[in-house]
T-cell receptor, first 117, second 114 residues
């Protein structure tokens, strides 16, 4: 069974503050993929990052950074110096690598980020 | 096309009627997925097409739901005898390799059953 938990329903910050979104997952598979997607008010899901279970190296892309810790089954996402355009719902997702599981994401419930000027 | 196109963007239907939702994937993408997103929730997997292989229908919630795809082109998701609990946004995604990279989602069809 898969499960992705995003415990934070909504986070409100003032522009330029940092915000960290938590994601905790459960899987019995040793090979899996983790994703973050952004869903702005327009509704379209925007791919942010994919990480495989064998790569625990943290990643930074501009103002975004991700901290993958297999020991705690967490894949947290930080937005540094937030901007109003970052306001969106952010989803963490898990997909097992086994054939037949491709594309069958297990999504978390999402975290609404509200950035005010 | 440049992105995944879904139509209609909004659909209001009466309970008991059938509806058909359309997804136009990115040209050349062999994999196509349908997901459902209920208000305030994450996405639920419905069905997955990969090339000419038999689709993975394991996420379809009932036999009122069905989907078709001709080759590597357009897909239609049909919901028969709609119920109020079918109200949701139905999202389609396509992928070049069916394996996570390059997933592109459409903007979805918002279905409201009244």
């Amino acid at each position: 069974a898969q499960k992705v938990t995003q415990a934070q329903t909504e986070i409100s910050v003032v522009e330029k503050e940092d915000v960290t979104l938590d994601c905790v997952y459960e899987t019995r598979d040793t090979t899996y993929y983790l994703f973050w997607y952004k869903q702005p008010p327009s509704g379209e899901l925007v791919f942010l990052i994919r990480r495989n279970s064998f790569d625990e190296q943290n990643e930074i892309s501009g103002r975004y950074s991700w901290n993958f810790q297999k020991s705690t089954s967490s894949f947290n996402f930080t937005i540094t110096a937030s901007q109003v355009v970052d306001s969106a719902v952010y989803f963490c997702a898990l997909s097992e690598a086994a054939v037949g599981s491709w594309g069958k994401f297990q999504f978390g419930a999402g975290t609404q980020v509200v950035v005010t000027p | 096309g440049a992105g995944v196109s879904q139509s209609p963007s909004n659909k209001v239907t009466e309970k008991g009627k059938d509806v058909e939702l359309r997804c136009d994937p990115i040209s050349g993408h062999t994999a196509l997925y349908w997901y459902r997103q209920r208000l305030g929730q994450g996405l639920e997997f419905l069905i997955y097409f990969q090339g000419n292989s038999a689709p993975d229908k394991s996420g379809l919630p009932s036999d009122r739901f069905s989907a078709e795809r001709t080759g590597e082109s357009v897909s239609t998701l049909t919901i028969q005898r709609t119920q109020q609990e079918d109200s949701a946004v139905y999202l389609c995604a396509s992928s070049l390799d069916g394996f996570g990279y390059g997933y592109t989602f459409g903007s979805g069809t918002r279905l409201t059953v009244v």
